[in-house]
Each structure stands twice: as structure tokens, then as C-alpha cells.
């Protein structure tokens, strides 16, 4: 028997961002319980991979992550 073996993680990005918003980093939190806000149970987080602002949205259903996100 022997051990699984891989190679290293890369010391440096393959791909640098030059540009604010051209890479953003997206989670879906929840459900939240008890609900927040107005039985809004769901939360956005976006990252912009340049400048590191932080952007957060709270959603009622994870069915409006779409227009969240085109809104934002």
C-alpha cells in the first residue's frame, strides 16, 4: 500500500487581475434562523479580488441569487 501523493500547491496565480471587479468571489450563506430583516433567511457575500471590498446582500429564498447579483 502506498500513499497518495500530489504535487504542490503553485507559490504564485497563474492569472493576475489588473482591473477592480474584473475577478469577484460570490458565497450563499443559510438559511438563517430566526430570519433577519424581514424574513429574509439567505446572505450574498461578494469579494472583489483586487480592492477586497466586501459587498453583502440578504435574500428572502435563494431563488432571487439571480437578481441579486444582475442587480448589483
Same mark, same amino acid.
Request: proline share 7%.
Given at each position: ?13 497563474? %492569472? ?6 474584473? &475577478?469577484?468571489?460570490?458565497? &450563499? ?12 433567511? %439567505?446572505?450574498?457575500? /461578494? ?11 440578504? /435574500? ?13
Amino acid at each position: 500500500m502506498t500513499k497518495q501523493r500530489r504535487r504542490p500547491f503553485p507559490c504564485q496565480a497563474l %492569472y493576475h487581475v489588473q482591473e477592480q471587479l474584473e &475577478l469577484v468571489h460570490d458565497d &450563499l450563506g443559510g438559511p438563517v434562523k430566526p430570519a433577519i430583516l424581514g424574513e429574509r433567511r %439567505y446572505f450574498l457575500l /461578494l469579494v472583489d479580488n483586487t480592492s477586497r471590498i466586501i459587498w453583502t446582500v440578504l /435574500l428572502p429564498t435563494k431563488g432571487a441569487l439571480a437578481d441579486a447579483i444582475k442587480q448589483i
